[in-house]
């Protein structure tokens, strides 16, 4: 048995920039990857062929999910299909924008690619990049671990530097899923104006205030989202009153996240609290 850690992603930010003919909506995002929440796979090899998905969350259909269509898309890619039984116990929130799904379903295949003789990789970088897209579009970005600018459909990754390492983060999660197909037809259902692509190429190792607000804290669905979900504004007034230097909607939500300074670790922890008190699933984490 393999015990395999999937961790998740905050979106920093999140400009929507196109749409294309085939219905998919081009973005311009900073993602930033977490530890925690996390989710955990115990992969086990089997006899014969195929996988068999077993999970703690009674709304992922066993036989059709993404760990299901991560395994499809690397015998697509390899030819080789090994039996594998995977236990999923979910801690990330599902609905909440911060890519639990995709999350596991790099992991999956990061694993499924070492199983090569000698633990050497099957599928060089570009195919494994591939493949993950053929899961969804932000499933190649959990390939790495490390913060990136994202734009395309989500398969354009730009690395940049880690300004952020230090920093407080408190992420709030309402028991409430939104679908991003949902958010994404809304959006332009209301016809809102596209963002056009920002200066998200991150350089400098000094954060102000005035950099995080050029970078981040705009999420081009909060306008639909917000008004479907009037709690969520809420919650990201709030961290902006507590001393947060960034709040915005994690993807297309219903995660809020607060970015405070790295001195400021009483007032991460008094909004952690307060939300909380407010019967919150909140996670409060140094970058």
């Avoid at 958010?183 to 350089?203: C, K, N």
Wanted: some cysteine; glycine content about 10%; overall charge neutral.
């Amino acid at each position: 048995m393999n015990a395999v850690q999937a961790g998740c992603k905050v979106n920093l930010g999140l400009r929507v920039t196109g749409l294309l003919a085939d219905g998919y909506h081009e973005i311009d995002s900073l993602f930033y990857p977490l530890e925690h929440p996390c989710d955990h796979l115990l992969i086990t090899p089997a006899a014969g062929q195929g996988i068999a998905v077993h999970c703690n969350a009674p709304d992922i259909d066993p036989k059709n999910n993404t760990l299901t269509k991560a395994y499809m898309a690397f015998v697509n890619a390899t030819g080789s299909a090994p039996g594998i039984d995977v236990v999923l116990r979910k801690g990330i929130p599902s609905g909440a924008g911060l890519g639990g799904g995709s999350s596991d379903a790099a992991a999956l295949l990061l694993w499924l690619n070492r199983t090569g003789q000698r633990g050497d990789a099957v599928l060089d970088q570009d195919a494994l990049a591939g493949a993950a897209l053929a899961v969804g579009t932000d499933t190649p970005f959990f390939l790495q671990k490390s913060p990136c600018r994202v734009r395309g459909i989500g398969e354009t990754l730009t690395p940049v530097a880690d300004i952020f390492a230090g920093f407080r983060l408190v992420l709030a999660c309402p028991a409430l899923h939104v679908s991003t197909a949902w958010a994404y037809a809304a959006f332009d259902a209301m016809g809102l104006p596209r963002g056009a692509e920002s200066d998200l190429t991150i350089q400098s190792h000094r954060v102000s205030k005035n950099i995080c607000s050029d970078i981040s804290g705009n999420n081009d669905l909060e306008a639909v989202v917000f008004q479907r979900y009037p709690l969520l504004a809420r919650f990201k007034a709030q961290f902006l009153r507590q001393g947060a230097l960034i709040a915005c909607m994690s993807g297309s939500g219903s995660a809020v996240a607060g970015l405070f300074g790295p001195e400021d670790d009483h007032l991460a922890k008094t909004a952690a609290i307060a939300l909380r008190k407010r019967g919150l699933r909140v996670f409060l984490l140094r970058l």
